[in-house]
């Protein structure tokens, strides 16, 4: 279709995906600049640009797209890739702030949750990350990484009654070695208290 029409819109939108679900994503993001050039206002097009450009670590490149996403439509997943690609770059309190705003448009999604608590731990609020993971827990019960991230908020909280149990329950869950290697290991740092 883009070869018969370099300006078919929907062409460039499929060639993107396309590209993107087979993990070839410089492809991808060319395909999906080429989109958002023909339609620049497009939220989706920009997030999904943001998103290829930021699996090809142009960080800059990827803020650039996903900010005029959440410009576009306000869309509760571009500010919480927003806050993912913050995160990554250290920037906590940028990180945070669309944790949030995520939150806010949508208050069902474990993962906003979790990224807000991993942030809220790296800015040493220990506490409030806890609160955090617990509420992504109400939404999804079973999931492993908020699991795993309550029970580190507590040790980073010098709270080890709470952590043990919660590490001690997830540990016959996790698949991942090097994750079981190390919550063996922070449950072999809990010292018994008083029974």
Do not use: C, M
């Not at 450009?53 to 990827?62: P, S």
């Amino acid at each position: 279709a883009v070869s018969l029409d370099p300006d078919h819109l929907d062409g460039w939108k499929l060639l993107g995906l396309a590209y993107y679900t087979k993990g070839e994503f410089v492809l991808a993001a060319d395909a999906y600049g080429k989109a958002a050039a023909i339609k620049p206002g497009d939220g989706e097009i920009q997030r999904n640009l943001g998103l290829a450009l930021a699996e090809i670590g142009e960080a800059g490149r990827a803020e650039e797209a996903l900010k005029k996403a959440f410009a576009a439509d306000g869309n509760a997943e571009t500010a919480f890739f927003l806050g993912k690609l913050y995160y990554g770059a250290g920037r906590y309190e940028e990180a945070l702030e669309y944790a949030l705003q995520s939150i806010r448009k949508d208050g069902k999604s474990p993962k906003a949750y979790n990224l807000k608590g991993v942030v809220l731990n790296q800015l040493g609020r220990h506490a409030e990350a806890a609160g955090s993971f617990q509420a992504g827990l109400v939404l999804a019960p079973e999931d492993i990484g908020l699991q795993v991230n309550l029970g580190i908020a507590y040790i980073n909280s010098n709270e080890p009654a709470k952590a043990k149990p919660v590490l001690e329950a997830v540990l016959p869950k996790i698949t991942d070695e090097v994750l079981k290697k190390r919550i063996v290991e922070y449950l072999g740092s809990i010292k018994d208290g008083p029974k």
